[in-house]
């Protein structure tokens, strides 16, 4: 999979506006190896890439004639919309190892019958080669009762891969249901009176 794209030629604001306006998304493409490179790439064709390879997956991209092979390191989106509004692509050479974030993923939930699950953390940090990197760790939790946890140690990352994420910490876990206090309703009978205001209680009839 190949991406094209060309060398920014104005930057600052109103040129990123202008570029997302033609359907351009603003990139830089930097790495150990490469100085940092300014381009545009098209949206349309960026999604694409990322739709077939998937986030962390690995393609080419061409500046003008020169290629490297790169991942989606960071993306920044608008707040309100779903627009990606630069991208950070991160180039490598074959067999070197980057940090890269790694998507964790729950499945089984609709298995546990009591409990409640509580996902802690949604990524690991590895440091991996790109193209053995997985799109994504999978946490089955299908067999786990109240009490129980998964921690970062207990996922098995692959001997290709050094997890940097702290290994104690609580990916998963399982809980009791909050208790559900009912609520009393006061009958009629043990409510007060209301008071009439302006009338005296000692008040002689007439």
């Not at 991942?71 to 180039?91: N, S, W």
């Not at 609709?110 to 080669?129: P, R, T």
């Not at 692959?158 to 290994?167: P, Y």
């Amino acid at each position: 999979m190949k991406l094209s794209a060309v060398k920014r030629t104005e930057t600052g604001t109103s040129a990123s506006r202008k570029a997302r306006n033609e359907g351009k998304i603003p990139a830089a493409i930097y790495g150990k190896e490469v100085e940092t490179i300014s381009v545009l790439i098209n949206r349309k064709e960026f999604q694409n890439t990322i739709r077939e390879v998937g986030y962390n997956g690995v393609f080419d991209i061409d500046v003008e004639g020169d290629t490297y092979q790169v991942f989606v390191k960071d993306q920044d989106k608008a707040a309100l919309k779903p627009e990606v509004y630069h991208v950070d692509l991160l180039a490598f050479t074959k067999g070197q190892k980057v940090t890269m974030s790694i998507p964790v993923h729950i499945s089984g939930v609709e298995e546990i019958k009591e409990g409640i699950v509580s996902q802690s953390i949604s990524e690991l940090e590895v440091n991996i080669a790109p193209a053995e990197a997985p799109s994504e760790y999978v946490v089955d939790v299908s067999e786990l009762e109240i009490g129980d946890t998964v921690h970062v140690s207990d996922i098995k990352v692959g001997d290709e891969a050094e997890l940097l994420t702290d290994d104690s910490l609580t990916i998963v876990s399982v809980s009791a249901p909050e208790a559900v206090e009912e609520e009393t309703t006061e009958t009629t009978e043990d409510m007060p009176e209301p008071e009439v205001i302006g009338e005296s209680k000692d008040e002689d009839s007439e």
